[in-house]
């Protein structure tokens, strides 16, 4: 690297210290939009303010309709020489958790500062990093830097609710050599396992009045015929059967043991007293480790419940159904968020973990995060990413949600850093 190039990746960290107040009111104007999730369906208004801002920061900036009144916006800041040199990508999400049923001291959407804390809803899940990436686009045009390699960024909506904003987005055909979710991290790298919910459904040929329940399940009743309520038994011990080998035979580091669940977490079904239940659905929500994906967990899943079902007489002709994922919990009731597996050996994690040192002394943790975020569709579409954000998980979705002021300051220069430096270097060679 030049010394040029040096010194101006310097003046860079140099204005971000400087112009400080700047991330805090800008951190004020994403707070004070209302876009809580659920209800969803209240974000266009902000998604337009950051468009105007990245179009002023001299990004070239594509907005697409989403749900009602919900809006994806994709923006990229073209490179001087994008061809040769790494781009990057970065992604949050512009929704926030519901305030509902907590109780607040202050206005959510008034953001308060006590000493070193800034108090509002979303300033750790994550309008805090969209405060900073927004920021720091600012002080890019601010200092005229000119960046080697792409710089695209993604302001998506729907990650609370299970929503597939950034899928819609990266299913359009997204290429960029690395992408970074600034998501709720407390400044550490982070994978995640996956997770897919699904329904398993029972249903009855046939329809049947209680008075009818005595010939099918006494001796010599001659009725085949079952209560799907009964039925559902089958599959719940098979659920819990391959749970349980799950924990003992699969692990991933990082995890505790048994982290992989299948949680039976709603059912519905039945009619009333007076009839025999004709049809059940049973929800379930599967975890998995980062090593494996969605389409390998879900035919593991189905494969024991249907040897269950095939081993009773009444299943094996009515057998179940599944229905996996969703793309809304709002919607279609049903949610996936692929695993993310971090290549700890890459340029780009490598380079994350240099610039995370170098600007506060110690080395990053990496580790697996205890929740889901959007990391995982870029795994799925085979774009190496990292969640990398600030503000901590004890207060995303709280009351008063709380983030550290300097630490959003702290997050803004490491990225800056790590923006500045991905974006110099040259992509590897390709190998043929
Ligand atoms: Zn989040």
Known sequence: MSSLAKATEQALLQALEDHQDDLFEKLGQLVAFKTVSPTARNTTPLQEMITTQLETAGFDVKTQPFY???????????????????????????????????????????MQRNGDLVIGRGVSDMKGAMACFLYLFDQLKALGVQLPGDLKFQSVVGEEAGEVGTKRLLEQGETVDFALVGDTSDLQLQGQGGVITGWVTLKSQKTYHDGNRVNMVAAGGGLKAASMVEKMVVVIQALQTLEHYWAVTKSYPGFPAGTDTINPSYIEGGIHPAFVADEVRLWITVHFYPDENVDDITAEVEQQVLAAATADPWLRDNLPTFEWGGESMLVDKGEVFPSLEL??????????????????????????????????????????????????????????????????????????????????????????
């Open 68 to 110: 009602d009144t919900d809006t994806l916006v994709s923006a990229t800041l073209h490179g001087t020489d994008a061809k040769a040199h790494n781009s990057l990508l970065l992604n949050g999400h512009v929704d926030v958790a519901t305030i509902a049923d907590q109780d607040w001291q202050t206005d959510p959407f008034t």
């Open 343 to 432: 290549d700890e050996d890459s340029a780009a994690i490598q380079l994350l973990e240099v610039t995370h040192e170098s600007q506060i002394g110690e080395a990053p943790t990496v580790t697996m995060s205890t929740s889901v975020a959007d990391g995982g569709w870029f795994d799925y579409f085979g774009i190496p990413c990292v969640i990398y954000g600030p503000g901590t998980m004890s207060q995303a979705h709280t009351n008063d949600e709380q983030a550290s002021f300097t630490q959003l300051l702290t997050y803004t220069k490491i990225i800056a850093r790590f923006v500045w430096q991905w974006c110099h270097a040259e992509k590897p060679a390709k190998e043929n």
